[in-house]
């Protein structure tokens, strides 16, 4: 069974910095497609990007393309999302997934626990 594990999240002040990492406790997931959606209090889980497992292909949502970088480190099973300039809408728990390919949430067959972001106006 492949575990994710989230780190990074935190409190970050509008128009600052935050990298969220998603580690994995197995080799093959280097071959896998990986994910990272949100979810607000109240509402659904959300698509924020992906990337693929062999040429680093990445997909983004709108309302975060072109502030938000999805990569992977394959050499050490981990991703990445470096959120610059994140507004106060960005405030979510952040989820990594992966095995898979696509915007929903089914589309994908392992997750992590998620971590916190809070954005300060």
């Known amino acids: 069974q492949v575990q994710l594990v989230e780190s990074g999240g935190g409190l970050v002040q509008a128009g600052g910095s935050l990298r969220l990492s998603c580690a994995s406790s197995?080799?093959?997931?280097?071959?896998?497609?990986m994910a990272w959606f949100r979810q607000a209090p109240g509402k659904e889980r959300e698509f924020v990007a992906a990337i693929t497992w062999n040429d680093g292909r990445a997909s983004y949502a709108d309302s975060v393309k072109g502030r938000f970088t999805i990569s992977r480190d394959n050499a050490k099973n981990t991703g990445y999302l470096q959120m610059n300039s994140p507004k106060p809408e960005d405030k979510a728990n952040y989820y990594c997934a992966a095995w898979g390919w696509g915007t929903h949430e089914d589309d994908y067959r392992y997750w992590g626990q998620g971590t916190q972001v809070t954005v300060s106006s």
């Open positions: 197995e080799r093959t997931t280097s071959r896998y497609n």
